[in-house]
């Protein structure tokens, strides 16, 4: 069975870091792209980061270009969002997808349960 597991989000200071971790089964990180998507009160969800099948491509939402990484393990079958720099806007709820195999096609076929992310002082 396919799953997706999100662990990591928490309540951080504006500035803070945070890194989360999106722990898949029923499938191998080099079958499927993984995705993060963020869904804040009020407003539409929004695609964070993407990392192809290969690992050999990833992309970013403006919003979060030169603050946050995505990178994965393969060999603990996880992906990682590491978010330095974070701001109120970043508040959300965050999740891990999967689906297609580049950052080009419709990574979201698969969610995760979401985590929690609130950037306030």
């Known amino acids: 069975q396919l799953q997706l597991v999100e662990s990591g989000g928490g309540l951080v200071q504006p500035g803070g870091s945070l890194r989360l971790s999106c722990a898949v089964s029923?499938?191998?990180?080099?079958?499927?792209?993984i995705g993060w998507f963020r869904q804040a009160p009020g407003k539409e969800r929004e695609g964070v980061s993407c990392?192809?099948?290969?690992?050999?491509?990833?992309n970013y939402a403006d919003s979060v270009k030169g603050r946050f990484t995505i990178s994965r393990d393969n060999a603990k079958n996880t992906v990682y969002l590491q978010m330095n720099s974070l701001k109120p806007e970043d508040t959300a709820v965050y999740y891990c997808?999967?689906?297609?195999?580049?950052?080009?096609?419709?990574?979201?076929?698969?969610w995760g349960q979401g985590t929690q992310v609130t950037v306030s002082s």
């Open positions: 997808t999967a689906g297609g195999s580049s950052c080009l096609d419709p990574v979201d076929d698969y």
């Open positions: 029923g499938f191998t990180l080099d079958y499927y792209a």
């Open positions: 990392i192809s099948s290969s690992g050999g491509s990833t």
